[in-house]
């Protein structure tokens, strides 16, 4: 069983910049590696959408945070962190880490896709 925690949530001005972190811990079935992680995040109201995703060093992006976001992967630490810049209110959300077996693509890019998730870390874009 794949224990994500989040961390790194807050509140900035338009056009700051946050970095999220989320531990991965438990007992991985197979390979550490084999693992694809992402992050997803949730607004009030609206369905939860992928934001990027990381599976052996490719990365995929939702369109709307691509330039502005960078997911990276510790693997030896066991940490997935997400940079954000050039923040804005549209980003207001909660965000969660999530894990899936095996390969991931922008094609994977959907909540249906993932399997283990953190409990979220709210992250709030003032104008």
């Known amino acids: 069983q794949v224990h994500l925690v989040e961390s790194g949530g807050g509140s900035v001005t338009a056009g700051g910049s946050l970095r999220l972190t989320c531990v991965v811990s438990g007992s991985y079935t197979y390979p550490a590696d084999s693992y694809c992680m992402g992050w997803f995040r949730q607004a009030p109201g609206k369905e939860r959408e992928a934001v990027a995703a990381i599976y052996r060093g490719v990365r995929s992006y939702n369109d709307a945070v691509l330039g502005r976001f960078t997911i990276a992967r510790d693997s030896a630490k066991d940490i997935l962190a997400l940079q954000m810049n050039g923040l804005t209110p549209d980003d207001t959300a909660m965000y969660f880490c999530?894990?899936?077996?095996?390969?991931?693509?922008?094609?994977?890019?959907?909540?249906?896709?993932?399997?283990?998730w953190g409990q979220g870390t709210q992250v709030t874009i003032y104008s």
């Open positions: 999530a894990a899936r077996l095996g390969f991931c693509d922008s094609t994977y890019l959907h909540r249906d896709n993932f399997h283990f």
